[in-house]
C-alpha cells in the first residue's frame, strides 16, 4: 500500500469484548480524513503483533470493501493463497482447513490449542505455551490471527453475534 501511515501499536486482548472493541475503534477514530479517491484517500497500516519468527501482522485500513471500521487482516510473507496469485491476508477458511488438519495429526494436542483459541475467545492474553505441530501454520500465527478475526467481527457485527460467528466455525475436540 502506497503512501500508508504505518502504525505500530498493541492492543490487549484483555477485558470485555466491548472494552477490547472500544480500544481498536478509539485508534481509529484519530485516523485524518480522505479528500477523495485513489491518492486522496487516507491510507493506514497498523503493524499490531509480532510472531515468534519475526513477522508481522499488520491491519489494513481501509479495507477493499470501505465499509466503516473495517480492516483487513494482513501476516508479513506468509502467502495464504492456493493458487499462483500472492496473498498476505487469511481467510476463515485458510485457518479453518489448518486446524482440520491439526486436529486429524494429533487429537490430543489440539484440544489444547482449541483451549487456547478458547481463551482468546474469552477475551484473555495469548499463550500458547509452545504447542507444536509437524504441518501448517504455526500456534502463534493461529492465535493471533484468531485474536484479530474475533475484534474485526465484534467491529462490523456487533448487533449480531460478532466473535461467535468466527468461533462457530473452529473445529471442536
Known amino acids: 500500500?502506497?503512501?500508508?501511515?504505518?502504525?505500530?501499536?498493541f492492543f490487549s486482548n484483555s477485558g470485555t469484548r466491548n472494552e477490547v472493541r472500544e480500544r481498536v475503534i478509539a485508534e481509529f477514530l484519530k485516523e485524518a480524513p480522505g479528500t477523495g479517491n485513489g491518492e486522496n484517500q487516507s491510507k493506514y497500516l497498523y503493524f499490531v503483533e509480532t510472531l515468534k519468527d519475526g513477522n508481522r501482522i499488520y491491519l489494513e485500513r481501509p479495507a477493499n470493501l470501505h465499509n466503516g471500521f473495517d480492516f483487513l487482516i494482513n501476516v508479513e510473507n506468509i502467502n495464504f493463497s492456493t493458487t499462483n496469485r500472492i496473498k498476505y491476508n487469511p481467510s476463515h477458511d485458510n485457518i479453518f482447513n489448518d486446524l482440520k488438519a491439526k486436529k486429524a495429526e494429533s487429537p490430543e494436542n489440539y484440544k489444547k490449542l482449541y483451549k487456547l483459541i478458547e481463551d482468546v475467545y474469552n477475551c484473555n492474553e495469548i499463550q500458547d505455551k509452545n504447542l507444536k505441530f509437524k504441518e501448517g501454520y504455526s500456534v502463534d500465527l493461529i492465535l493471533k490471527v484468531a485474536k484479530w478475526f474475533f475484534i474485526e467481527q465484534d467491529i462490523r457485527y456487533w448487533n449480531y453475534s460478532g466473535r461467535a460467528m468466527f468461533m462457530s466455525g473452529v473445529p471442536t475436540p
Not at 500500500?1 to 501499536?9: D, F, G, L, Q, S
Open 1 to 9: 500500500m502506497v503512501n500508508a501511515n504505518k502504525i505500530e501499536k
